[in-house]
């Protein structure tokens, strides 16, 4: 089980990548191709604070509902914060929407906990099936923050820890957004497969004059990194849960 622990949300996602880039034979434990994977993972964090910007990682505007719809019953939501405010327990778990299919949901659950029934609820404990640490993670974290910021006043979180079953990061993704990073290429080990890959990544198909490749989601990094394509700013501090879900039931009724 790899340990770590950093400030806040912004230090998690910016040092955990740059652990990685800068450390794969002790980070990484295992290679796929372009993935590289870590098993076991434990994070804690002082705080959660969070000033990610999701459109520095090629994320649009239809990134919020889309996460809000995939992992979020709001009507469930809602009778939480509810039994957070009676129980009388010392952890309370509330459960992201699961998929049936395929590998199932990233997200399994959220457990606030406290060490005394008359304590406010001041832990909050996040469990991964997995999530990718270099995009999907930033996305997550915004998730995240936004459900603490938005629970009722019984809440007062100190600490927020996660675990993750495990985690990949993408050598070929993370050229979209490489420098946001600030490791040199000339800096990666070129002898690990899984930076040797994201090196080999750089030079074929994210320098100018590559080919833009009809694979979707390559062709949208590869935009990206050669100025292309643009993305506005999607700030995690205007994403809300309770705006997203309460605007649309606003719709529904009219």
Request: glycine share 4%; with cysteine.
């Amino acid at each position: 089980m790899k340990v770590r622990k950093y400030k806040d949300f912004d230090e998690m996602f910016l040092k955990l990548n740059q652990e990685i880039l800068t450390n794969p034979y002790e980070m990484l434990d295992y290679t796929n191709g372009i993935l590289g994977y870590m098993d076991n993972i434990f994070i804690a964090c002082k705080n959660w604070d969070c000033n990610l910007d999701l459109g520095k990682f090629g994320y649009k505007k239809n990134k919020w509902p889309h996460l809000l719809k995939t992992y979020i019953n709001y009507e469930e939501l809602l009778k939480f914060h509810e039994r957070l405010k009676t129980a009388t327990g010392l952890s309370l778990t509330f459960y992201f929407n699961q998929k049936k299919v395929n590998n199932g949901s990233c997200l399994i659950a959220i457990v606030l906990s406290r060490k005394d029934r008359n304590y406010k609820w001041n832990k909050c404990n996040v469990i991964y099936r997995t999530t990718e640490t270099q995009r999907r993670m930033a996305a997550d974290l915004c998730l995240v923050n936004s459900f603490i910021r938005e629970l009722p006043d019984c809440c007062e979180i100190e600490r927020v820890t996660f675990y993750m079953a495990q985690t990949y990061i993408s050598a070929m993704v993370i050229n979209g957004y490489y420098d946001y990073f600030g490791i040199p290429l000339e800096n990666l080990n070129k002898e690990h497969p899984w930076t040797k890959c994201l090196i080999n990544q750089h030079y074929h198909n994210f320098v100018p004059g590559a080919r833009i490749t009809t694979y979707q989601s390559m062709a949208r990094m590869q935009k990206m990194a050669l100025g292309m394509e643009t993305y506005e700013p999607l700030l995690c501090k205007d994403l809300s849960i309770k705006d997203f879900f309460e605007s649309k039931m606003k719709k529904e009724k009219k």
